[in-house]
């Protein structure tokens, strides 16, 4: 950015503590008239009805680059280096501002971040989204929170030679989203259509987006990370669960099946699964040093319904430095297995479609069925296995991709290896409501089957 243009947004930065105040203290308020619950509508991102060449190694990269760089731990710097969004993104509609100054947002969801953040006026550059970019000038709720403020501006963040507090995360391949951190209200929408208010929420209010794929709709991210212990509880969900019933629910839908579903809190989350269905636990491991993550514990895999034995929980344990486990994450589009699980479980898979008859082919280095029918019905399930005797199933459709190449169609297999840790994503968790409960001391994931399409009624 050019010296003139970061003068500016200094000096508009000064003006602005002044008019609205600097914030100290202080954590979000309960919803009125709530009864401690809320849903945001979840919205995904066009997504083609098939993949090509080009997009599909895009995907699988976005999800590499997403654990190498945003589920790996990282330093306790200001720099925490991040990926842009994948071509499927899950998003949520949030009101940010009040008064003329308010304005609703899609933001991505992301479970390895703890930070929330906006594009803000003025921006350079000002990426395309689907409302007008947030002016803080116009939100008389609006603050910006000082850089004296030795509880909120602390690492990650620091103090700016203008008096503010400062945020600013690298992307991968181009300069980074940078601002300050700041407080607003955000609204969210009743089950009569109205919108409640919880003020004080803190966010990122970035003036620089190099590097940041809008999609031509999204505002930002929601921040959705597990909380660092000795980090400012900056991440979306550690301001509002204290408050609000202490759970999260999402439930992922087909992109193009619906328009939306509900990313539930507190009391709006369905205390029982449909009819002739069970609901399944597992508990979530507890926060590393440096990192956002939910991590679980994956003990083994099957394919189509037969148990790789050679896959058992010694591929899946995290370290005591960190390094391998397994977490799951809404925000990376596919699911990834560490390498020396991954080469048994495609085998696997190879050796149940080779008893079936499917024509296997190698399209471009990955591994694909060609089709049409019949190979559909051979396609196999997968299920991860999880301590306590609990398994997550997923369907052919989400363990094989559509791939259009070459004027054929083919079948491919839609995971990643890699060289850390697993990763659960959200491709493989479509059709599964989960439950996020942080409340005790151990936090619980619970899950089960169902038709997310339903969940916007």
């Known amino acids: 950015m050019p010296p003139k243009s970061l003068l500016a947004l200094a000096l508009l930065a000064i003006l602005m503590l002044f008019s609205h105040g600097v914030t ?56 925490p280096f991040m990926c842009p969004p994948a071509d499927m993104v899950y998003a949520v509609m949030v009101g940010v501002g009040t008064q003329t100054g308010f304005q609703n947002y899609q933001l991505a969801l992301d479970m390895a971040v703890g930070l929330s953040w906006i594009q803000c006026w003025p921006c350079r550059p000002c990426r395309p989204q689907l409302s007008p970019v947030f002016d803080p000038t116009k939100s008389p709720t609006f603050q910006y929170i000082s850089g004296n403020n030795g509880v909120w501006c602390r690492a990650p963040y620091r103090a700016l030679p203008n008096g503010a507090c400062g945020f600013r995360i690298a992307y991968r391949h181009t300069p980074e989203v940078s601002g300050y951190l700041a407080r607003d209200t955000f609204s969210f929408p009743t089950r009569n259509n109205d919108f409640v208010p919880l003020e004080g929420i803190f966010f990122g209010c970035a003036h620089q987006t190099e590097g940041f794929d809008t999609h031509g709709a999204l505002a930002g991210l929601l921040g959705l990370g597990i909380g660092v212990v000795g980090r400012p509880p900056t991440a979306f969900t550690k301001q509002v669960l204290p408050g609000h019933g202490g759970r999260f629910s999402y439930c992922p839908f087909v992109p ?4 939306y579903s509900y990313f539930r809190f507190g009391n709006d989350i369905p205390s029982n699964p449909p009819p002739n269905v069970s609901r399944q636990s597992t508990p979530v491991l507890a926060p590393l040093q ?57 085998e696997a898979v190879l050796q149940h479609l080779r008893r079936h008859g499917a024509h296997i082919v190698q399209v471009e280095g990955h591994t694909c069925v060609r089709q049409p029918a019949p190979h559909q019905d051979v396609l196999p399930s997968m299920t991860l296995h999880f301590v306590n005797r609990s398994w997550l199933r997923i369907m052919p459709d989400q363990v094989f991709v559509k791939l259009v190449h070459g004027g054929h169609q083919y079948r491919c297999l839609g995971f990643v290896s890699d060289s850390d840790r697993t990763i659960i994503g959200a491709m493989q968790q479509i059709n599964h409501r989960f439950i996020f409960d942080l409340r005790d001391t151990t936090p619980i994931m619970s899950f089960n089957p169902e038709d997310c399409h339903l969940d916007a009624a």
């Open 24 to 79: 100290t203290l202080g954590s979000p308020q309960p919803l009125n008239g709530t009864g401690g619950s809320f849903s945001l509508k979840l919205i995904v991102n066009h997504q083609p009805a098939h993949y090509d060449l080009a997009s599909l190694q895009r995907a699988k990269d976005q999800v590499k680059c997403r654990i190498k760089h945003q589920i790996l731990p990282t330093s306790n710097e200001i720099r």
């Open 290 to 346: 440096n990192s956002e993550a939910y991590y679980i514990q994956l003990v083994g895999v099957s394919v189509g319904g037969s148990r790789v034995t050679r896959v058992t929980h010694h591929f899946f344990r995290r370290n005591a430095h960190g390094t391998g486990g397994c977490a799951i994450d809404i925000g990376t589009q596919m699911t990834a297995f560490v390498h020396s699980a991954y080469v048994y479980i495609e």
């Open 256 to 259: 193009g099946m619906s328009t």
